[in-house]
C-alpha cells in the first residue's frame, strides 16, 4: 500500500471502529501529537488514548480531502468530526449526550509502511462553546 493508502486505511477503521485494525496501521514508536497536552509515544499509549476515547466520545469522520507530498511519506487530511459526548472527559464541560460538528487538520507521516507520527488539531474553544451551548 502507499502512504496514502494506509493513512486512508487507517481513517476507514476509525469510522468502523476497528481498533486493533488501527492499531496494526502504526509503528511501534507512533509519536501521537494530540491537539492539546504533550506528544505521546508507543503503540500503548495510543491504545489507551483510544480506550479513553471511546469511553468519552462516539465520533464519525467524514469530508475527507488528503494532501501528500511526492515521496508519500507525509499525509495531510481535512475532515468533518461528527460526534457525541458520552461521558465528561477530565475537566471538560460536563457530558450530557450533546452532538457536535467540527472541523479537523491531521498531519501524519510514515516509514516503512508505517503511520510513525499523527498530529491531530481542531478548535477546542470552538467544541466547548458547542458542547455548552447543548447543556440540559
Known amino acids: 500500500m502507499s502512504g ?6 487507517y481513517y476507514q477503521c476509525f469510522n468502523d471502529q ?5 492499531l496494526a496501521l502504526l509503528h511501534p514508536n507512533i509519536r501521537h501529537e ?3 497536552g504533550e506528544a505521546q509515544i508507543g503503540i500503548e499509549a495510543f491504545r489507551a488514548f483510544l480506550n479513553h ?3 468519552c466520545y462516539a ?4 469530508d475527507f480531502t488528503y494532501f ?3 515521496s508519500g511519506r507525509r499525509v495531510a487530511v481535512e475532515f468533518t468530526v461528527t460526534g ?3 461521558k465528561t472527559d477530565g475537566d471538560l464541560p460536563a457530558a450530557h449526550g450533546q452532538t457536535y460538528v467540527l472541523p479537523v487538520g491531521a498531519f501524519l507521516e510514515l516509514a516503512d509502511d508505517k503511520i510513525v507520527r499523527v498530529t491531530n488539531y481542531y478548535n477546542l474553544p470552538l467544541w466547548i462553546k458547542k458542547v455548552e451551548k447543548l447543556k440540559s
Open 34 to 36: 494530540a491537539n492539546q
Open 59 to 62: 465520533e464519525k469522520l467524514s
Open 53 to 55: 476515547m471511546d469511553e
Open 4 to 9: 496514502l493508502e494506509i493513512v486512508q486505511r
Open 84 to 86: 457525541v459526548y458520552k
Open 68 to 70: 501528500t507530498e511526492p
Open 18 to 22: 476497528d481498533w486493533p485494525g488501527m
